[in-house]
Structures are given as C-alpha cells and as structure tokens.
C-alpha cells in the first residue's frame, strides 16, 4: 500500500502506508494530516449507503453529509483529486487496503467491516501498523474522524463513508479557501502533502521523509500537473 494520512493535534502519529509509514496532521500542526469539520459531503445512512441529501451546514436533518456539488458549485474536480490521493496512498487495493506491514489482517475485507469490527481488530493487535482503506487512516485519525461525523460503530467501513472521511481531511487542508481562490495551487498541495505522506511537497520529497521510512510515491512535478489538470485555472 502507497502512504498514510498522518494526524498532528501536537505529535505525529505514525499513519497511511506506501510500504513506509506515514504521519497524521492537523491544519495547523507543522505535520499531522487533518481533517475538516465542514467538508462536502454525501449523506449516509449508518450502513454506509448514500441517501438522500441534508445540509452539513447548521447540521439540518439527522446528518452532517451535504452533497458535493451542493457545497462546491460549478467547481469540480474532488473526486479526481481524491483518485490522485488514492494512487499515492493505497495504490491497485483501494478501499480494500490495508498497510502491508500488519502482520494480523482484519477479519475480512474492510469495505465489509463496520467501524466497531476495525477497532476490534486495532485493539487486538497492537505494536503493528492499522493504517486502513482507500485514504489509508491510522488509528487517531479515524476515530477523530468518525466522531467528528458522529457515525455509530455499526456504519459500515463502505467506499462512501471512506470518502466522507476523506472530505474532512480535505476541508482541513483548506479546500474552501482554495476553491474560493483564496489559498494558491502550491500552497494547497503543501497542506495536502502534511496529511498524505505519500504526496510529495514542494521540496520534491515527503512532508515525512525519512520518518518511519515514509517517502513520496510521485513527483512534484507529476502532482502539480495533475493538480493542474483537475483544477484549471
């Protein structure tokens, strides 16, 4: 598997995989990944099915999931981005992944687990590595995470609420301010490279390099043109 988020809330926590471990970071924390408290969202119901739409913001309804276009407007381009996250982080598994290093596999593939199920199994087996799903979540992030949505320990581990999950990290990186013109191309991928260590910063190498062997697993010059791409102008 590629990298792992990393939370920062003062330390860094070794995180998502790229066959290296990776540390989690908080927006503004100097590493950690983070994750936002108003994200784009879908809704989901607990099981991990996308449902009807509620505005996150104000949290009307019985969910904090707005839909993306909802929140983002005629921008697009933050499910590509998350694809290019993914490609760095988990690579061919997906939301399937697991860090390579953990030695003692969850009980079944976890898109088919439920968020009880994974920590279950992150507290039956410690001293290894748990970084887990598409976004490669460590232990601290996730349960941050899944506070922050208040989702009950039975909602399934499924590609939407991976997503969801990742929306939050998103958010705290500053995808508002970026999308809004406010935070440059640069400056955002740099923050995106604090949560991913398997994105590289502007130094061409991981906000992680040689911290628990973490590494970028593409180039800055490949970022920055995919990030051109998805994101034009």
Not at 9 to 19: E, I, N, Q, R, Y
Not at 125 to 149: D, E, K, S
Not at 163 to 192: I, K, Q, T, V
Request: aromatic fraction near 10%.
């Amino acid at each position: 598997m590629r990298g792992f988020a990393a939370v920062w809330f003062a330390v860094v926590s070794v995180v998502l995989c790229t066959g290296t471990a990776q540390a989690e970071l908080i927006p503004l924390g100097p590493r950690a990944p983070l994750i936002g408290a108003n994200a784009p969202l879908v809704q989901l119901r607990a099981d991990g099915s996308q449902g009807s739409p509620s505005l996150f913001s104000g949290r009307e309804g019985s969910s904090l999931f707005a839909p993306r276009e909802t929140v983002l407007g005629p921008q697009r381009g933050v499910g590509e981005l998350l694809n290019l996250i993914a490609k760095a982080e988990a690579g061919a598994a997906g939301y399937d992944a697991v860090q390579y290093g953990a030695w003692i596999k969850p009980d079944g593939p976890p898109t088919i687990l439920t968020l009880g199920e994974i920590y279950s199994w992150i507290d039956a087996t410690p001293g290894m590595p748990h970084a887990i799903g598409r976004y490669q979540f460590i232990p601290p992030t996730l349960r941050r995470l899944v506070r922050a949505l208040d989702l009950p320990l039975s909602t399934r581990f499924s590609p939407p609420v991976q997503d969801a999950l990742a929306d939050l990290l998103l958010a705290e990186a500053g995808l508002d301010a970026f999308m809004a013109g406010e935070l440059s191309r640069h400056g955002f991928m740099n923050n995106l490279a604090k949560i991913w260590a398997g994105l590289p910063n502007d130094t061409g190498k991981s906000h992680y390099h040689g911290f628990a062997g973490n590494k970028a697993t593409m180039t800055w010059t490949y970022f920055d043109q995919r990030m051109a791409q998805i994101f034009p102008g």
